[in-house]
């Protein structure tokens, strides 16, 4: 079974400082993950996502994330947080067994970030 | 270049009565979600499409619940009857193919009230 974990409910930050979302993932096999941000009564918008390769992946607005494949974590930065970004962030797993097998994508419960003058 | 196109966007209506949502998936995209959000359960998958066809419906929560997709550009998730614990945003989302690395392109949802 595949699962995500992101541990904090809301991360505060200040406008201008650097931001971490932290998200952990369990999968049995090659993890596929991804980052999406939801806007006020809005659907979720896709930021970045880790197939393979280079450890660090950069998405819109600014946005990267870093795969740690020892401590299973996929957290998301951004070195200097606007109030714009201030959102849901979720991020999502899905087990890379096999096209078809395994094509649920699970998503964690979502961090509110909020981002202050 | 249109997204998901879901409709209505806002539903309100009363215990018993039958709700139609729908989604119009990007073209091109073969593989259609319904996902509902609440503040309780977070973003739950219900059903999938790919090609049409149904794949996984383990998250469809009772018999109430229903989804069809008849055509590539077309989806439908009914509810009969609803029950104020129905009200949720429903969302809709496809991609192009049930490939691992794809990523799923959300609609904005349908915010449903059962009174």
Known sequence: AQSVAQPEDQVNVAEGNPLTVKCTYSVSGNPYLFWYVQYPNRGLQFLLKYITGDNLVKGSYGFEAEFNKS??????????????????????????????????????????LQVTL | DAGVIQSPRHEVTEMGQEVTLRCKPISGHNSLFWYRQTMMRG?????????NVPIDDSGMPEDRFSAKMPNASFSTLKIQPSE????AVYFCASSHGLAENNEQFFGPGTRLTVL
Do not use: M, W
Not at chain 1, 87 to 106: E, H, M, N, W
Not at chain 2, 43 to 51: A, Q, R, T, V
């Open chain 1, 71 to 112: 401590q299973t974590s996929f957290h998301l930065k951004k070195p200097s947080a606007l109030v714009s970004d201030s959102a849901l962030y979720f991020c999502a797993v899905r087990d890379g067994k096999g096209i078809g097998t395994a094509s649920k994508l699970t998503f964690g419960t979502g961090t509110r």
């Open chain 2, 43 to 51: 973003l739950e998958l219900l059903i999938y499409f790919n090609n």
């Open chain 2, 84 to 87: 104020p614990r129905d009200s």
